[in-house]
């Protein structure tokens, strides 16, 4: 493995974190929340390490692959990739808060501010696949 691997290992991390995400939304409607808590912590995890993968490729690889072709797509794939990377960053506080009420068992707070934070952090695991998906896969760019 090198790192020109690591976009589809990124791409892996963040639909990792959106099956745990899944997973964790659904343990605690069924009132299972140790299950919940397991697989919150784990779509931390794979997202922690994302960042760390991510800093890495970008770090290393100083070309920026830019959207071309097709041009008609375009429009469509910059826009997912401006709310997947402003949500990115914004969800960061989000998700460290929320974490950090369960932490401290303030479970109404938690779950106050968790509404916001899950469907956001989905966003931007699913995009996250979507994006890798259109620049690696579906519209290879040259």
């Not at 779950?111 to 690696?136: E, N, Q």
Request: a positive charge; proline letters at 4%.
């Amino acid at each position: 493995m090198n790192v020109h691997d690591l976009p589809a290992v990124n791409a892996t991390l963040n639909g990792l974190s959106a099956i745990f995400l899944s997973l964790g939304f659904l343990f605690i409607k069924r009132g299972n929340k140790i299950a919940h808590r397991n697989c919150m912590v784990c779509a931390f995890c794979t997202s922690t390490i994302f960042l760390g993968c991510y800093l890495t490729y970008h770090l290393t690889v100083k070309t920026i692959t830019h959207f071309v072709e097709p041009a008609w797509f375009r429009p469509v794939y910059l826009t997912i990739l401006a709310t997947h990377t402003i949500l990115a960053a914004a969800i960061v506080p989000l998700i460290l808060m929320t974490l950090w009420r369960a932490k401290k068992q303030n479970f109404e707070a938690h779950k106050r501010i968790a509404r916001w934070t899950w469907p956001l952090w989905m966003y931007v695991s699913v995009t996250g696949v979507v994006i890798y998906l259109l620049l690696y896969q579906i519209f290879p760019q040259k």
